[in-house]
């Protein structure tokens, strides 16, 4: 059976875990992944949606972690950009 992976509470524990620990003994399958936005945005723009389609795009939003108008950006970005 895998160890379970210890809670770190800051960068610095994180780092020094990962620099010593041999992560094949412990049980990463709560591991979901993360997606870092770095660059700042040049453009804002204004959409209309109907509500049904906003609060779907809510729902999806929340059921993937993230605040909505980033999922929707995120979205327009693979629809233009797949596979990035």
């Not at 779907?56 to 979205?75: C, D, L, M, N, V």
């Amino acid at each position: 059976m895998k160890k379970q992976l210890p809670v770190l509470n800051t960068d610095k524990e994180a780092e020094d875990f990962i620099g010593q620990a041999d992560l094949t003994e412990y049980d990463l399958s709560s591991l979901t992944p993360v997606r870092f936005e770095f660059q700042p945005k040049e453009r804002s723009i204004t959409m209309r949606l109907s509500e049904s389609l906003l609060e779907a795009i809510k729902e999806e939003a929340g059921r993937s972690g993230i605040p909505y108008q980033r999922f929707i950006r995120q979205t327009l970005e693979n629809a233009v950009h797949p596979k990035r």
